[in-house]
């Protein structure tokens, strides 16, 4: 970003050449997709919505995955029903430990994301690449008591609440910003309230 204010400064045709250059190789250094994880403790509600949204959201610039601390092995039919309302297919989830990404042969990651608080505050695995880390934290809606119809009401204001954020992601530079830029504004995507509206996710 500070390129751009020294363009704006900047009288001299080499230098403007020269910074010019210097935007366009740091906009190419990431020609792949990100790659995100998202984690909480059971890996079976929002740690699995956050993965799917991201993926059908993401438009190829991300690749998401997702995993628990202590994972309960399945996942929440009622974050199932808020899956397949995107369109993704929900086959492609399942509920599993953090150990798995931690291994040498496992995708390197861009992107920690606790989506809960318990998570947040475990001792995490050490990450290969040192990714960026942030905490967005969400009610857990797996602890909804009630009729179904209410569970499933939870489920989808979460749902909806998660997607307000990854939507705040997706439309940040990453490709023009340093890695502490990018942390802060990760930190600032949690940070921020999320208000729920009602409507499809």
């Known amino acids: ?25 740091n906009a190419s250094t990431h020609d792949k997709p990100y790659n995100v994880l998202f984690l909480c403790t059971g890996n079976s509600a929002r740690s699995i919505m956050a993965e799917a949204l991201l993926n059908t959201m993401g438009a190829g610039r991300f690749q998401a995955y997702s995993a628990g601390s202590h994972p309960g092995g399945t996942v929440n039919p009622f974050a199932i029903e808020q899956i397949k309302a995107t369109g993704y297919a929900a086959e492609r989830l399942r509920s599993k430990s953090w150990d798995e ?21 475990e001792v995490c695995p050490v990450w290969p690449g040192h990714p960026v880390s942030a905490h967005w934290g969400f009610e857990d809606p797996a602890a ?36 502490t830029a990018i942390k802060r504004e990760m930190d600032a995507i949690g940070a921020q309230e999320v208000r729920d509206h009602a409507g499809s996710v």
Do not use: W
């Open 1 to 25: 970003m500070h390129a751009f204010r020294r363009l704006r400064h900047d009288r001299s045709g080499a230098n403007l050449i020269i910074l010019s250059l210097g935007l366009i190789m």
């Open 101 to 121: 990404y931690a291994l040498p042969d496992a995708p390197q990651m861009d992107f920690i994301i606790t989506v809960c608080d318990n998570a947040a505050g």
């Open 144 to 179: 909804a008591t009630g009729t179904d119809d209410e569970k499933r009401a939870v489920f989808a204001k979460v749902a909806r609440q998660i997607r307000t954020r990854i939507s705040l992601l997706t439309s940040l530079p990453l490709a023009m910003l340093e890695k």
